[in-house]
């Protein structure tokens, strides 16, 4: 279930990365598992890290994006604690 919330807060963060350019991440709950997301990188790359954390697991994945001429993911990667 875990994995479902990563994916979602890692589509939200492209979302909002797609309309703001500055967007730098934030904090969510959704069912009682929060998704911290961060984006790094100016310019045209970013790398954008979602770690979500349920009370008993965590999940981590990172993404490489480009955002012009539209937010595109390069990679993605699960990041092993």
């Known amino acids: 279930r875990i994995v479902f919330h ?4 890692m589509e939200e963060a492209l979302q909002k990365l797609n309309r ?3 967007y730098t991440g934030e904090t ?6 929060s998704c911290t997301s961060a984006v790094a990188g100016s310019g ?14 965590t999940r981590t994945v990172t ?3 480009q955002i012009f001429p539209l937010v595109t ?3 993605w990667a ?4």
């Open 6 to 9: 990563v994916d979602g807060c």
């Open 63 to 65: 993404a490489s994006i």
């Open 28 to 33: 969510l709950t959704v069912d009682g598992t």
């Open 44 to 57: 045209n790359a970013r790398t954008v890290t979602i770690s979500a954390f349920n009370g008993r697991y």
């Open 20 to 22: 703001n350019t500055s």
């Open 73 to 75: 993911v390069t990679s």
């Open 78 to 81: 699960e990041v092993v604690n």
